[in-house]
């Protein structure tokens, strides 16, 4: 499903938070990287991981199996002169005598054109939506990077950052954001750091279409409690 691409890793990794929200001053800024556009960031057919969707796939297979096996069954006895199961006379009946307005016809009805909204969905969607696809530098290899390890990697190196005590990183298709905590350093020097070293991590990750980045800053409450 994902494949590692040289030193990159694929692994799914938990994105470590280490700074509440309570923790952030009112003091903050935010800068948007807009890569420049390259050869590698064209469209070249990578499109998105899609996903086999066995449990859905296994669950509807089992259900149809199940009521075909059930109706077979009947039908083969009514052929040996046995009566029919009550369920489908009781179906039958209930058929044609119940109208068309009833409660539970319409019930039925909207449970039935739900489930067919949800096979559609699924039919023309790809899921997957935690792998980000990679560049693809051989026509015979396809790679993708799990979200949680993209923002692992780039908390790891915006905690290299002078002045940062704490960092979240949240990676997102089209956006990356960064929420860091300095305890000393202007806040705009520790912004200008982690704008260029988030930019520079964000390149090195090879994807395929590069996500902006938005980074905010802020001074750690030296009131918290606890």
Do not use: C
């Not at 990287?33 to 499109?47: A, K, Q, R, S, W």
């Not at 991981?49 to 296994?58: E, L």
């Not at 590069?210 to 802020?218: E, I, K, T």
Request: charged share 25%; hydrophobic share 45%; aromatic share 4%.
């Amino acid at each position: 499903m994902s494949e590692s691409q040289g030193s990159e890793s694929t692994r799914q990794l938990p994105v470590i938070e280490k700074a509440a929200e309570s923790e952030l001053g009112q003091s903050a800024s935010a800068a948007d990287y807009d890569p420049l556009p390259t050869t590698d960031d064209t469209d070249d057919g990578n499109g998105r991981f899609w996903s086999v969707r066995r449990i859905p796939a296994g669950i509807i297979a089992l259900l149809v199996l199940a009521g075909a096996g059930l109706l077979l069954y009947d039908i083969v006895s009514v052929r040996f002169d046995r009566p029919a199961m009550a369920w489908r006379r009781n179906l039958a009946r209930e058929l044609a005598e119940r109208p068309l307005d009833d409660i539970w016809v319409l019930v039925g009805a909207g449970v039935a054109a739900a489930l067919g909204v949800w096979l559609l969905v699924l039919a023309v969607t790809p899921g997957m939506r935690d792998v980000l696809t990679m560049r693809r530098p051989h026509t015979d290899v396809r790679a993708g990077l799990h979200r949680g390890a993209a923002a692992m990697a780039l908390r790891d190196r915006a905690m290299e950052v002078s002045g940062v005590r704490s960092v979240r990183v949240r990676v997102r298709r089209r956006k990356v954001t960064a929420r860091a905590v300095s305890h000393f350093r202007e806040l705009d020097d520790v912004r200008a750091d982690l704008d260029a070293v988030l930019a520079e991590g964000i390149k090195g990750l090879g994807l395929a279409r590069r996500p902006a980045l938005s980074v905010h800053v802020a001074r750690a409450n030296k009131n918290r409690k606890g």
